[in-house]
């Protein structure tokens, strides 16, 4: 029963996340946003609401290491799983702005993180710093964007759906993340349980892969339709809005209890994530994440696993 209902968030929780991002992406149309920017803001914003819901559900029901195991994991997936399938799929060309500012700010959020967290704990006013840092960033970005269509026009699509549409879409999308997000915290809690598994272990596996799906399936459909901004813009704005806005939210409702494993290790392994990720996307003007690139990153998905899973992560 307790897989069923586990098998039932993940469902739930993809189902909601697609039209979600469907639903924000024809808003996002509405108000003429460029493709870049659409895929940095609202596509990641969209993409990454199961792990808020997640998150905010398992604080509430003060299991922390879901909360943040959770969003650790499923940005160690963005990176090495999602973008290596993506990659080897076909390979994908990287925007310059993508190199020179959107890299710059997601490793800034990761490595902000990682100073809070030092004491263990992610407190109120750090979550604030989070979220005014988020904000901030959404406002740039949809300010740069309308200011180069003044000047230049840029790659602006019609909207899909009615403005009243979109915005039925994204409420129904929401209600779905919700039940998604209780049902998936609730079947993996049990599984946990009955084998003697740590939370901390299933969230950063089970649960994050399980959030990185519609992560995975935007950037593959994105990459075989060659909108390559959206791709990565994606995964970056993801993992961004995974440390700003969700662990900043979350931290607003409730303090956060940093796991050990996910201080001395996880938190390692994603910075060295980022700064891989980094050299991938070099040279600047024309750089391309080769289908080489990708099965390297898929790699060291797969070593990460087998670490934790080994025990090897653990600490005592």
């Known amino acids: 029963m307790n897989y069923l209902i586990l098998l039932a968030g993940f469902i739930t929780l993809l189902l909601s996340g697609d039209f979600l991002v469907r639903g924000g992406v024809s808003l996002a149309r509405h108000f003429r946003i ?28 003060s299991q922390p290491d879901f909360a943040t195991g959770t969003v650790i994991g499923s940005n160690i997936s963005n990176i090495a799983l999602v973008l290596g399938l993506t990659a080897i799929i076909l390979p994908i060309a990287v925007n310059k702005r993508s190199t020179l500012f959107d890299w710059p700010v ?61 915005l039925l879409i994204i409420l129904g999308s929401a209600v779905g993340l919700y039940f998604g997000a209780e049902w998936l915290i609730k079947g993996a809690s049990e599984i946990a349980k009955s084998f003697d598994i740590s939370e901390y272990l299933i969230s950063v596996s089970v649960v994050a892969f399980g959030t990185s799906v519609p992560e995975l399936a ?35 409702v409730k303090p956060l209890r940093l796991n050990e494993q996910i201080r001395s290790f996880d938190m390692y392994w994603l910075i060295g994530l980022c700064a891989l990720l980094f050299l991938m996307m070099l040279p600047v003007k024309s750089g391309k994440i080769s289908r080489i690139k990708g099965v390297v990153l898929l790699i060291s998905y797969i070593v990460y696993l087998a670490i934790i899973y080994s025990g090897d992560a653990i600490v005592n």
């Not at 493709?35 to 199961?50: F, K």
């Open 34 to 61: 460029s493709t870049l920017v659409v895929g940095m803001t609202v596509v990641s914003l969209g993409t990454s609401a199961p792990e808020l819901f997640v998150s905010l559900k398992a604080t509430l029901n």
């Open 106 to 166: 997601m490793m800034s959020a990761t490595l902000l993180f990682f100073v809070f967290i030092l004491d263990g704990w992610l407190n109120f006013y750090e979550g604030l710093v989070f979220v005014i840092l988020l904000s901030a960033f959404i406002v740039f970005s949809i300010y740069q964007s309308r200011r180069k269509e003044n000047t230049a026009g840029t790659n602006v699509v019609p909207p899909k759906y009615s403005l009243l549409k979109s």
């Open 218 to 252: 935007t950037s593959v459909v994105a990459a075989f339709k060659k909108e390559t901004d959206i791709s990565i813009g994606n995964i970056i704005g993801s993992n961004m809005f995974n440390i700003w806005g969700i662990l900043g939210i979350t931290a607003l």
